[in-house]
């Protein structure tokens, strides 16, 4: 039984970051108030389109084939209007916990950051739990991957240079996609890029929880909520896959470059750390940040130092996994 006493941790919020949880009403996830999650979701964010950014990319909204047997799954691409160029390309999926969130309410920032690196994006609208259960989301993430290498020619995007990305629960997708492709052994990916990546299903159940981590924002409760949508029973329990909890995984060698960012007070703190461990002790080329005074979805606060910092961190790691193979 996990000991779920949390010492107050406000006094180590970075001052910048204070506003945003004091805006945010304590939210207690549950299967009512889903529904209304999902219509906001983003409405918070306040996101700006750039006005260069759409003159230079497009974004479009279309859906690609399904894995067999599979729904066709919903997409948002981005393509830099300049032509003659073969670019790398992420394929990026989008938090929420597994249970909420949509790749179409993040179309501003994602069209400015295929602008700043001149890549192509791919945004998957995989399906939500609880209605669809693991392995759902995941697969479509392969089918959305297994898109677009088969038309990175058309798409003028090298296939040597496809990475993954996701923030959250879709940083948890990144890695679990990561693994399945290695396993699978039918594409080649250049890089997993991940975001405070919800990884591990038995922080839930931990004998020993982080006391400062986890009080802001995305909370043990909602923690536990969503692991319990996505794998349909308690989490924490003996046959989790790897493909759903990533850090499940018992071999990590032959996974891509890894870049993991999290936050020191952020719930997913101790699982981050310990991956990127792992994947150091493995072989595979990491790096980790993690930012004092920083909850979970800090990123969220665009003027906030530590945001300013992880993004200048983000967009330098992703200049270089982007480029990395341009002369093969």
């Not at 406000?10 to 204070?18: A, G, I």
Request: glycine share 10%; aromatic share 8%.
């Amino acid at each position: 039984m996990a000991n779920n006493a949390q010492i107050d941790s406000r006094h180590l919020v970075e001052q910048d970051l204070l506003g945003f949880i004091d805006q945010m009403p304590p939210l207690t996830l549950n299967e009512d108030i889903l529904p209304l999650l999902r219509e906001n979701f983003g409405a918070t964010l306040q996101l700006q389109e750039c006005p260069q950014a759409i003159e230079e990319v497009e974004a479009v909204r279309r859906t690609v084939p399904g894995r067999i047997g599979d729904p066709e799954t919903g997409i948002v691409l981005y393509v830099p209007r300049k032509a003659g160029v073969i670019r790398g390309a992420i394929l990026h999926m989008h938090g929420g916990g597994y249970v909420t969130g949509n790749a179409h309410v993040l179309i501003p920032a994602y069209r400015k950051l295929a602008m700043e690196l001149d890549c192509a994006i791919v945004s998957v609208d995989y399906r939500l739990a609880p209605e669809t259960r693991f392995p759902g989301a995941v697969e479509d993430c392969y089918a959305a991957l297994a898109w677009l290498v088969g038309e990175a020619v058309a798409l003028g995007v090298d296939r040597s240079r496809i990475g993954l990305m996701g923030e959250s629960a879709g940083g948890g997708l990144a890695a679990a996609l990561a693994l399945l492709t290695r396993d699978r052994g039918e594409y080649e990916l250049a890089f997993q890029h991940l975001i405070y990546p919800m990884i591990d299903d038995r922080t839930c159940v931990a004998e020993e929880p982080h006391p400062y981590a986890g009080e802001f924002v995305w909370t043990p409760q909602s923690n536990s909520f969503g692991w319990r949508c996505l794998l349909g029973s308690e989490p924490g329990g003996p046959d989790v896959s790897p493909y759903a909890a990533a850090a499940r995984v018992t071999n990590l060698r032959g996974l891509p470059p890894t870049f993991i960012n999290t936050g020191a007070l952020d719930l997913f703190v101790d699982e981050d750390i310990n991956y990127a461990q792992r994947l150091i002790r493995a072989g595979v080329p990491t790096e980790l940040h993690v930012y004092p005074g920083a909850y979970h979805g800090f990123h969220f606060v665009a003027d906030a130092r530590s945001t300013q910092r992880a993004y200048s961190d983000s967009y330098d790691a992703l200049r270089r996994a982007l480029s990395a193979n341009a002369s093969r």
